[in-house]
């Protein structure tokens, strides 16, 4: 079971070739962790994870208030 503080990363070291949204209530955790400690995330997942969030952002599918 997913303890409500945890974030989950859907497509790991982004071995699935697509872009992954999450609620905004998860964006939040990864980012939380990202400024924790970014390491908990490869070099390639924090790069898919800015590479989503900047193409979600575009067609105003993710506010870029929380992109930024």
Do not use: C, M
């Not at 303890?3 to 697509?18: K, M, T, V, Y």
């Not at 999450?22 to 997942?45: A, C, M, P």
């Amino acid at each position: 079971s997913i303890q409500s503080n945890e974030w989950i990363l859907a497509n790991p070291d982004l071995l699935g070739f697509f872009r992954t949204n999450y609620d905004g209530e998860n964006w939040r955790k990864i980012i939380q962790q990202l400024k924790t400690d970014h390491k908990k995330f490869s070099v390639v997942e924090r790069a898919g994870l800015i590479d989503d969030a900047l193409n979600l952002a575009r067609p105003n599918i993710l506010p870029a208030s929380l992109v930024l």
